[in-house]
């Protein structure tokens, strides 16, 4: 299994409180991705990154912030979380745009 | 049109059946596809890739139709374990973006 681990785990937490979820990879790839998957939705990319600062939005990213300091970490922050972000958040990580992404067990995250 | 469509299911389908999924996607540039298997309640995981020759892996074959721009996978000799949910993956020719589609929900029925 690709070296890809979220944290925490599991987290609730109360509305309006900034909250940070963790992927660290070491596979030293590219590509790391933030997703959520909600019932009916499927997997929605939330934001990614091609490199160490470079990051860019995907299709959800309202209410979201990223940074990728270093190759093996790239944070996602709510900056003030609100009952919708209630989710499970998975990281995604990928050699190349071209190669299969390898995923994270997930973050099952409460907003209440 | 949405970038990667998926029949969502449920598909029931008696053990030992052959089961076949579609997935069709908008953008005629996408190079890079894939099939990947998620359990309830756990991550995706890769099935398969989907070359353009057409692949096979076991009981599974994927297929590639870039004329119709779709892909497809088929179960054959279908088990138990193979119920889970199958989400078809297109890596975005305009951008460095993997797209999922939302899946297609198999049970396997005893």
């Known amino acids: 299994d690709a070296g890809i681990t979220q944290s925490p785990r599991h987290k609730v937490t109360e509305t309006g409180t900034p909250v940070t979820l963790r992927c660290h990879q070491t596979e030293n790839h590219r590509y790391m991705y933030w997703y959520r998957q909600d019932p009916g939705h499927g997997l929605r990319l939330i934001h990614y990154s091609y490199g160490v600062k470079d990051t860019d939005k995907g299709e959800v990213s309202d209410g979201y912030s990223v940074s990728r300091s270093k190759t093996e970490d790239f944070l996602l922050t709510l900056e003030s979380a609100t009952s919708s972000q209630t989710s499970v958040y998975f990281c995604?990580?990928?050699?190349?745009?071209?190669?299969?992404?390898?995923f994270g067990q997930g973050t099952r995250l409460t907003v209440v | 049109r949405k970038e990667v469509e998926q029949d969502p299911g449920p598909f029931n389908v008696p053990e030992g059946a052959t089961v076949a999924f579609n997935c069709t996607y908008s953008n005629s540039a996408s190079q890079s596809f894939f099939w990947y298997r998620q359990d309830c309640r756990k991550e995706p995981k890769l099935l398969m890739s989907v070359y353009s020759s057409g692949n096979e892996d076991g009981r599974f074959t994927a297929q590639l139709n870039r004329a119709s721009q779709y892909i497809s996978l088929l179960i054959r000799d279908s088990k138990l374990s193979d119920s889970a949910t199958y989400l078809c993956v297109v890596n975005s020719a305009r951008d460095d973006k993997i797209i999922f589609g939302k899946g297609t929900r198999l049970h396997i029925l005893p």
């Open positions: 995604a990580i990928s050699e190349s745009t071209s190669r299969a992404a390898f």
